[in-house]
C-alpha cells in the first residue's frame, strides 16, 4: 500500500515562505502528473499547481508568480514552494499523484496570519 506524506506546513506571517514536500512511501511508476490542491474551511478543494511528467507546469490564478511546484522522479516526490502568502492562503493543502492508479496524502495545514 502505497502512502503519500505530506511535510512543510505550519503557521507563517503574511509575507512569508514555506515549502511544502509530498514523499510517497515507496517508488511510484509510470507517474503522470502531480499536483497540489487546497480546501480552506467552508469551501471546496481547489487545484493549486499541477506538473506533468514531461515538466510542464500550471497554477491557479490565485497563486500565479508566488507558488512553484517541482518534482523529483527518482523519489516520487512534489514539492510546493509558497512565497509572498496571504491569509487567503490558509486552507489544508493535499498532494496528488496520478499513475496507473490516484493517490491522495492526509493533508497538512497551511495557516496564515494577518
Known amino acids: 500500500q502505497v502512502r503519500l506524506v505530506e511535510s512543510g506546513g505550519g503557521l507563517v506571517q503574511a509575507g512569508g515562505s514555506l515549502t511544502l514536500s509530498c514523499e510517497a512511501s515507496r517508488i511510484i511508476f509510470s507517474i503522470n502528473t502531480m499536483a497540489w490542491h487546497r480546501q480552506a474551511p467552508g469551501k471546496q478543494r481547489e487545484l493549486v499547481a499541477f506538473i506533468t511528467s514531461g515538466g510542464s507546469t500550471n497554477y491557479a490564478d490565485s497563486v500565479k508568480g508566488r507558488f512553484t511546484i517541482s518534482r523529483d522522479n527518482a523519489k516520487s516526490t512534489v514539492y510546493l514552494q509558497m512565497n509572498s502568502l496571504k491569509p487567503e492562503d490558509t486552507a489544508v493543502y493535499y498532494c496528488?499523484?496520478?499513475?496507473?492508479?490516484?493517490?491522495w496524502g492526509q493533508g497538512t495545514q497551511v495557516t496564515v496570519s494577518s
Open positions: 496528488a499523484v496520478s499513475a496507473v492508479r490516484s493517490y
